[in-house]
Each structure stands twice: as C-alpha cells, then as structure tokens.
C-alpha cells in the first residue's frame, strides 16, 4: 500500500503568530489532527491530510474566507525549504522555476508543480495529484499568495504576473483577492500563475552557478534518475502532462527519461502500474475540479485527456459508484454548509475575525 502523502511544514510556521492576532488558539485548529505545535517547523514533514485539516480548521476558527491568503501573506521564499537556496542562485527566473519543478518531491509527495505554455505566456502551477487528500479552496489560496511571494523575492519586484488563475469557486467578497496585484480568475481548471514568456529569461539578482552547484548537492535530489521512486515521478508527471494531453504511457515515459518498457517494469517492481497511477491522479484531479471549478463535464473530459465525455463519465462512475454530475452535487451542498458555518461563527462574533 502507498505510503500517506507527505508536505514540508515550513508555511505553517506563522500560523500560530497570525492565529495570535486573530484572537485563536493554535490548540483549536489542531484538533481532528496527529499534530502537535512542535511540528509548525520548517524542516517538519508532516502527514499532508493533517496540513490540510490545520488549514482548514483554521479558517472556520477564524470566519475567514481568505484565510488561505493571510496566511500566504506572511511566507518568504523560505517557504520551500532548502529549495530556496537554489532557486535564488539561479541565473535567470526560467532556471529558479524549472528547478522548483524539478524539487518538488523534497517539499511534498502529494502535490506538483508544473510550467507550460499558454499562448503568448507561460503558465507556472501547482496540483494536487492524491485522491485521499481532501482540498478546499483555502489551499489554493495559499498557493496564490506562496506563488506570489517566491515571484517577488526572486525578482526584487520586478516581474509581474499577467493574471492569477485558481481552481477555487469566486468568493462572497473578492476584495482581498484584488490585493495579490493582478486579475484573479476563479473557478478556472488550474491554480497558478501567468507569467510572460519573456520574463523567464529575466536575470535574478543573486545568480551564483557555483552557489546554485552547491546547494544541489546539499539536498538529496530526488529528480535525479534512479534515486526517487518510478510511481511517485509518475503520479507527478501525470499531473501535468494531463492538462496538456499527452497522458499516454509512450508520453509521460518519454518526459522522465525512460524508455516505456523500462517504466512499465519498475512500476511493476514497486507493485504499480501505468493504468492505475493514471486513474488515480484522474481522480484526484476530478474531484478537486468538480467540487469547486465552474467547468463543464465536457470541458473536465478535456482536462483529464479523456477522448469523450461520457469516457470520462464511466470511468468516474467506476472509481466512485457516482456520475460526476451527481459527485459535483454532493460536493457543492458540502462545500456550501462549510462556508455557511464559517459564515455564522463570523456573523454571531464567536470568532474574533478582526481585519488586518
């Protein structure tokens, strides 16, 4: 069985703080979870269903819809760990995003990072790839505002996003949305953001190969051929190359470097296979997309690299014992009580949900 997926603590480190200032307890939105306050550091790897659990407690604690954005307010490129001396050593930003790509799995082996064109741009996202996780709109918005920051500190400022786009459906009040400094559009089939190709060959200020040499071979770099596990590599190629339509085994065998009979037999040797990673990442990325994204079943179909929609719809029926549209109904009244309650404990001052 799969071993549960794994996240990097570091940006929970100023939860307690911001809880502080909101008038909660960190006790409070530990519950539910194997976590203690010992574990809000920065080298912790904790259980990510716990991260997310502490996310979302945190957020009905504190009534606030755009918790996930406070909380991404207070990161730095600290945030991803020792990453982050690599990625400010890069010499240009396209190099600092590909090699966050390529670390990934040091930072989380429940989620992937991903860049690829979109027209004129390029677009620099993040997913969730396992159907255990439960995700809600928080994450996402804690995506945004860690996107936003390691943008920032790697460019002193200087580059920009053309728009921010996120799985998350549009808020009650998308006020705090409008200060991550470009247009937000919600509900969309990716979370991330749209960056201008240009700005990939843009020179980082702290370029130093020889620091950036170093500090690679400081970490143990998974991305390395042979010294990360085929199923994880998989699961995270597959959550991009999705997207893109090249989901087949010849396709993601191609992408990491391997021969499709190579990939098949060390999937086997770990007591995997292609069909069953692929349905799997399907899955997460379908219900993730149903619960919260506007998109159409025909539109989700596409996203998945299914031929037709109602392909998409048997296999969803098969993993599930549901049709998508019947999954997405269950999901939305969830969703909808979740934010009615949070609402209430906002509205009857339970909380203390003072604006910062």
Known sequence: MRKSAKQRAAPLVPLPGLLKTLGVTIESVLVGTGMSVEDFAPDRMVDFSDFLTVLENAARETGREDFGLLLGREQALGAIGPVADVL???????????????????????????????????????????????????????????????????????????????IRPAPRDAAAWTRLGAPVRFGQTETGLLLPAGAMSFPLPRADPCARDKALGALAVPYRKGQSDWELRTRHALRSLLLEGRSKMPEVARWLGAEPRTLRRALAREGETFETIRASVRLAMARELLSMSSASISDLALTLDFATASAFIHAFRRWTGQTPAEWRRHARCVNEGAMSQASGYQQTGSRNSRSR
């Open 88 to 166: 400010r050593s890069a010499t240009t930003l396209g190099q600092a995003l590909s090699d966050f790509v390529a670390l990934q799995s040091v930072n989380s082996t429940g989620a992937t990072a991903y860049l690829h064109r979109q027209g004129p741009c390029v677009f620099w996202g993040y997913g969730f790839d396992d159907p255990r996780l439960s995700v809600s709109p928080n994450a996402h918005d804690l995506v945004l505002g860690v996107g936003a920051h390691i943008l920032r500190d790697l460019t002193g400022g200087r580059v920009y996003p053309v728009e921010f786009s996120t």
